[in-house]
């Protein structure tokens, strides 16, 4: 039975907070999923212990069953150890800790007894039988308040798509002064007013897109990057409310600099990804934030369910013209900031629960 149910639990764990070991996961959460790995590993040995452990009472209901009944304290205490790695991942909703350190301390007392009842009145059959069955009484006591449990705090399994440019760092004041020095113009951030906005300088034309894609492949520039104010408690707050996938369009040759940028920055989230060669639609989010209208506009048209939030910026106030005229039915919002968004989030998954 606890076998049965613990495997039960484990797939339903798995489908709300998955493993992030792959290439693209942040590589925080690599480790620590690696530690959640070993750790799981650990309680599948724990719990094949169990079901030699007992052999000894089938064989002779007299039999010391000590080793047996520490074998269900183990599991509680790994349990815990796996959760940690999940609440710095997922947060704290991911594991239900303080369940978890009841059951480990009461197996504990319960292993403790029976040591001291065998040591006073050496091992009988009545003793192990009502030990066994309390063994058992705790474990269905353990399943039914975690079922209760996951019924009033279910973890939160919308995905929240975080961009980088325009939305986490500010690549345009960044990347001004370069142009500025380069094409000998006087641009100021209020003045990129397109996303491919043409510069022409008396030393030279181009154009601001091709110019800051130019500067992501330098890493000094990336590292080097703004943050807009208020991105990392934002981050963390949108990650209490889904999990939280970083999807650039940046090359992919600048992803290990990003991740070090974010990661320095302190923002929040479980997932990166790199849309250069695709777009965000097809990478299974559920909102979208974004400073590039048409990907907003692409995004909501491709599912009556998704929601995308553009953030309002000089370059794309055609684009917020436009998403207030459509009226897409509160599924393409603008707003001024990413602090802003988290309301509009929080208030679009309250109304799809």
Known sequence: MTTIF??????????????????????????????????????????????FSISPFRESPTAD????????FLVF???????????????????????LFLFCSLYFLQFLAYRLVVSDWGVSKTTNLSFVAITALLMLAYRIARRRKAKETAPPRVRIGLDVDGVLADQVSGVLPRVN????????????????????????TSDIKTEIESALEDENYVLGLKAYPGVSQASQELGRLG???????????????????????????????????TIKNHVGLDVLIEDYGPAVERFVASGEDRLGILIRQPWNQEACRRLAAERLAGRAVVV?????????????RAAHN
């Open 77 to 99: 205490l790994l349990y815990l150890l796996s959760g940690i790695p999940r609440i710095l991942t997922y947060g704290k909703v991911a594991s239900r800790w303080k369940l």
């Open 336 to 348: 001024a900031d990413l602090t802003e968004a988290v309301a509009i989030v929080r208030a679009w």
């Open 6 to 51: 613990s495997w039960i639990d484990y797939h339903r764990s798995m489908e709300l907070n998955p493993y992030l070991m792959h290439l693209h996961a942040l590589r925080r959460n690599q480790q620590l999923d690696l530690l959640r790995l070993i750790t799981d590993l650990l309680i599948v040995v724990v719990y094949t212990y169990l079901l």
């Open 243 to 277: 999990q939280v996938v970083v999807a650039t369009a940046r090359s992919p040759n600048s992803d290990a600099w990003t991740q070090a940028w974010l990661d320095s920055i302190g923002i929040s989230y479980q997932e990166f990804v790199n849309a250069k060669s």
């Open 65 to 72: 069953i000590r080793r047996h009944l520490i074998g269900y």
């Open 181 to 204: 020095m380069k094409f000998g113009t006087s641009l100021s951030y209020e003045d990129i007013t397109e996303w491919a906005l043409p510069i022409i300088g008396p030393r030279g």
